[in-house]
């Protein structure tokens, strides 16, 4: 199992892609017994969560690709807002929190595939 080394240490971590087509770069790490998670959001944009995937409210950012390779984040702000009939606040993250999402939105990228490059795949392996 891979290893990563943090302030605490060196931590276990198990990370995989989950999916097929606009959820093709959905990626899930679990570090001893949380669950971190970027999901696509966008053709350009990803959300980190606290949690495991669709646990929206739990959401600490979105990451956009700006298209020349750098990264910009939009941090929630801690302000209680209403989710499915209830009141949640953003969770905050830790500073280990912030570069295992910096970490996985440069090393899997941000933003789903569109559909359009599949199929004109797909057509062309028959044509």
Same mark, same amino acid.
């Given at each position: ?9 060196? #931590? ?7 999916? @097929?087509f606009?959820?093709?770069?959905r @990626? ?10 970027l999901?696509?959001? +966008?053709?350009?944009? +990803? ?8 646990e929206?409210?739990?959401?600490? %950012?979105?990451f ?5 390779? +750098?990264? %910009? ?18 969770? #905050? ?20 595939? +569109? ?13």
């Amino acid at each position: 199992m891979p290893t990563a080394r943090t302030w605490g240490g060196y #931590q276990e971590y198990n990370a995989y892609r989950r999916g @097929v087509f606009k959820r093709s770069y959905r @990626v899930v790490v679990e570090i001893d017994d949380r669950v971190l998670t970027l999901e696509p959001k +966008s053709v350009e944009a +990803s959300r980190f969560l606290n949690g495991g995937p669709g646990e929206i409210d739990k959401s600490f %950012c979105r990451f956009f690709s700006r298209g020349n390779g +750098s990264l %910009c984040v939009d941090w929630k702000t801690p302000a209680t807002t209403e989710v499915l009939g209830r009141a949640t606040e953003p969770p #905050q993250p830790t500073a280990e929190d912030a570069l295992i999402g910096f970490a996985l939105a440069a090393a899997f990228g941000v933003g789903s595939l +569109s559909a359009v490059p599949f199929i004109l795949e797909f057509i062309g392996a028959f044509g």
